[in-house]
């Protein structure tokens, strides 16, 4: 079984290299009745991609760029996505299982009403993207990613932990975040740190979120003022 571990996260991944799995090529990703599995699809470069009522099912894309993406009530289990570019993404009403995000990249996107279990985002970049009432419900990891500007609204995180990420201005409202474990991070451009009681940090990092505070309540330093 492949995982991949960090502190006390484990996130299940993909075996798609397991004897027992034959990928075939797929030139399209609507595989019929809504269902399209054990296949390998990539290299694509389109205009637009709609994806809706679909179930995606062991297999690997990989470089596929769309210019505009709409995916809506999709289920996805045990699906690698390897240097995909997705700007303009907007994904509702979905669900995501035992997959991985590597290399990807989803500028500007928006995530609605989407569950995760058992997700790697590794490298990815989410920057000026929204990710609205997300929820994990198993572990998910957020490893080497950027999410600068990114905001999560109403978001349940409490499974997730983010590491060596870009959290610039990375905004938090509402929702969840009790054991949400933010170590391994620079929060001091952290926004939104009202929602982030109960999360898990190291000591280093405290003075990182004064920093962060500071900077959020737009504080002014008394020896400054006095210096005018």
Not at 23 to 29: E, F, I, R
Not at 51 to 71: E, F, M, N, S
Not at 102 to 123: H, K, S, Y
Not at 199 to 219: C, K, N, P, Y
Request: glycine share 10%; with cysteine; aromatic share 8%.
């Amino acid at each position: 079984m492949d995982t991949c571990t960090i502190r006390r996260t484990s996130v299940t991944l993909p075996a798609l290299n397991a004897s027992g799995f034959h990928l075939s090529h797929v030139t399209s990703l609507d595989g019929g009745r809504g269902r399209l599995a054990e296949f390998q699809y990539g290299d694509a470069d389109l205009r637009d991609l709609d994806l809706v009522d679909a179930h995606l099912l062991d297999g690997r894309i990989a470089g596929l760029k769309a210019r505009r993406t709409r995916l809506e009530k999709l289920r996805v289990d045990t699906v690698e996505f390897i240097g995909c570019d997705l700007p303009s993404l907007w994904w509702s009403d979905s669900k995501v299982s035992r997959a991985a995000f590597r290399d990807c990249r989803f500028m500007g996107a928006a995530l609605e009403d989407i569950t995760l279990d058992n997700v790697l985002f590794e490298d990815c970049k989410f920057d000026y993207s929204s990710l609205a009432r997300v929820r994990a419900i198993g572990p998910v990891i957020f490893s080497g990613c950027s999410l600068r500007e990114t905001t999560f609204i109403a978001a349940d995180l409490g499974a997730v932990l983010i590491d060596d990420c870009d959290l610039w201005l990375t905004e938090f409202e509402g929702g969840q975040c009790r054991g949400l474990d933010l170590r391994g991070n620079d929060l001091s451009g952290l926004r939104g740190l009202a929602s982030l009681k109960q999360v898990v940090i190291g000591r280093s990092q405290t003075l990182q979120l004064a920093e962060a505070l500071t900077a959020e309540l737009d504080v002014t330093f008394g020896e400054d003022r006095d210096g005018e």
